[in-house]
């Protein structure tokens, strides 16, 4: 006769949100992740005359905070649904086929619309299907298990990229190793998004006098059980054994349009390349390198005669096409590239190449 001890079923569905201070120069993607089992799961089951038992859990195993939208950075999530089955019938015949089925909903957002990521979707099935032979009616071992075919359904839509086989043994080998790996990858995405997956498949033991189990990284506490232990057959360790869904979000392009090493979020020219980010009316519509008025004086910097200092009335006393208001000194070249602002030298002659014209050498700055 077994004995089984009362089992605490919890379900878990949490929500994280992985969030840092980010300083203005750069972006972040952040990831968001829940998780449960959907009504279809079967859940914790267990036979009355104790001869089978099932139960299921999912949980987050592993994740990697917020990362800044830099080529080559990632954020991502681990789920993990662990689950056993066992049927061990001392007298007669048992078949017990639980069914499991949980959802994952992954929520990216990125703040720079400009940032290009992949989302890579890798998942794992990992654990055994066991048999054991208790029993002195037969030669052999009178018993079977299966781990059913994977259904995986991605936004709603069934990926079959993500789908895994069947496994099934009957008498033999008495450990049949579960080590199934699936995958696929949605490119080019950018913005926030969401990601919805379920994943299902049933499992079923069968025994007559002997027993079977589908091991998936978890076990019951019924005493006198062998099949579904860990370490068990095979010497497995729980922890690493389950179905695993990993969700990555890579950033493939960091937002940065133009190349100029400046985020398009904080750019102030978005498709012209300005590492220096000059701005000189300061005004929000673009920096000097696109903006076609740099002064904002109402005179396109093509027809202006003074591109950097606002002059409406674009007077030019000496008539050599540089307005007075950027050449006090008249002689043709504007006050921001003269080497000698206030003395004339339209030779612009540098000896020493100091940065000050030889005619205002040794003066004080700005002469």
């Known amino acids: 006769m077994r004995a089984i001890k009362p089992i605490k079923r919890v379900t878990t569905r949490t929500l994280l949100l992985f969030g840092m201070s980010i300083p203005f120069t750069a972006t972040a993607l952040d990831l968001g992740v829940t998780h449960a089992p959907t009504g279809d799961d079967s859940g914790y089951v267990y036979s009355l005359t104790l001869d089978y038992e099932s139960d299921s859990e999912t949980s987050i195993v592993a994740h990697v905070p917020t990362a800044t939208d830099v080529v080559g950075h990632s954020v991502s999530a681990t789920v993990r649904y662990a689950q056993f089955v066992w049927a061990d019938n001392s007298f007669g015949t048992t078949n017990h086929a639980p069914t499991s089925a949980y959802n994952v909903t992954i929520d990216i957002t990125s703040p720079n619309p400009s940032t290009v990521y992949d989302l890579q979707i890798a998942t794992t099935r990992i654990g055994a299907i066991t048999l054991a032979d208790d029993s002195s009616f037969y030669a052999t071992v ?38 199934q790996a699936s995958g696929t990858t949605i490119t080019g995405l950018s913005g926030d998004y969401q990601l919805i997956m379920h994943f299902e498949w049933d499992s079923a033991v069968w025994s007559n006098n002997d027993e079977a189990a589908v091991r998936l990284g978890l076990e019951s506490t019924t005493q ?106 008249s002689d043709g070249i504007p006050d921001h590239i003269d ?21 205002c050498q040794g003066l004080p700055p700005g002469c």
């Not at 895994?164 to 450990?175: E, H, K, M, Q, V």
């Not at 050599?320 to 208001?325: I, L």
């Not at 602002?341 to 940065?355: E, K, R, S, V, W």
Request: proline share 5%.
């Open 142 to 179: 009178y018993a079977s298990a299966q781990i059913g075919e994977l259904e995986a359904h991605v936004n709603g839509v069934i990926s079959p990229a993500l789908s895994l086989t069947s496994l099934f043994t009957n008498d033999a080998p008495l450990n049949l190793v579960i080590d």
């Open 339 to 359: 080497n000698c602002p206030l003395i004339a030298n339209n030779d612009q002659t540098d000896t020493d190449n100091d940065g000050h014209g030889d005619v």
């Open 224 to 329: 006198f059980v062998d099949a579904d232990n860990y370490p068990g057959l095979g010497s497995r360790t729980l922890a690493l054994d389950g179905h695993f869904v990993t969700v990555t979000a890579e950033v493939v392009s960091d937002g940065d349009s133009d190349g100029d090493g400046v985020p398009d979020l904080t750019d102030n020219c978005l498709s012209v390349p300005n590492t220096l980010q000059k701005n000189t009316d300061g005004a929000a519509d673009g920096g000097d390198a696109c903006d076609p008025n740099d002064d904002n004086d109402g005179y396109e910097d093509a027809y202006d005669n003074c591109t950097k200092v606002p002059n409406n009335d674009q007077l030019d006393g000496n008539s050599d096409d540089v307005g007075n208001a950027c050449d006090p000194d």
